[in-house]
């Protein structure tokens, strides 16, 4: 069971202080009747919540699919830059966070959710989770760099990378997949074969797929059966 003011809030109605002014107003019932108790315990997988007179979706967890766009930063909060969270308009984002992160000058797929079991199976390197990017470069990519891409190359760690999925699509851009999480680490591989990223978007996240209709700055949440694919992609 859960107080009445954290499940409204947890489910997207508005900030703590303000579901208490909208119980203490007489907007919100509980199986039908008028409830003024912020403190009120709820079943929240029987009970019936209503706000206004509609009624009001309680999930534990959430996920919602991000569509990164360039100058804003992966953070919770920051003073002076714009980050993700600020694109989530109307979303309660008290307990949700990034999965992973991509760099501000970078776009494209980004996870926010706040089931941090799941979070971290998909970012622990032992999960070797897919993350495909689309790179555009200052140089042509050639054959010898795209091989030594698939093998592995000594960016500056302890270790080399991991073998990578390299190939060029129609346009001569490089399509790049990797199964790790380092810090800037599609940068520094473009770097250890001599050529430089120019542009950054990432595509893909596990099974889980950037839409091409959903517009850069613009979000989602995820489907059931995407929910579902990415608790396999680390089962």
Known sequence: MMRLDKLLSDAGVGTR????EYIRKGQVSVNGEICKKPEQKIREETDQICWGGQPVAYARYQYYLLHKPQGVITATEDPREKTVMDLLSGVNTAHLAPVGRLDKDTEGLLL?????????????PKSHVDKVYLVRTARPVSARALAALEQGVDIGDEKPTLPARASLNEAGELLLTIREGRYHQVKRMLQAVGNEVIYLKRLSFGSLKLPEDLEAGKFRALTDEEREKLRHDVS
């Open 17 to 20: 202080s303000q579901v208490k």
């Open 112 to 124: 926010l959710t706040n089931d941090g079991k799941l979070a971290h199976r998909l970012l622990s």
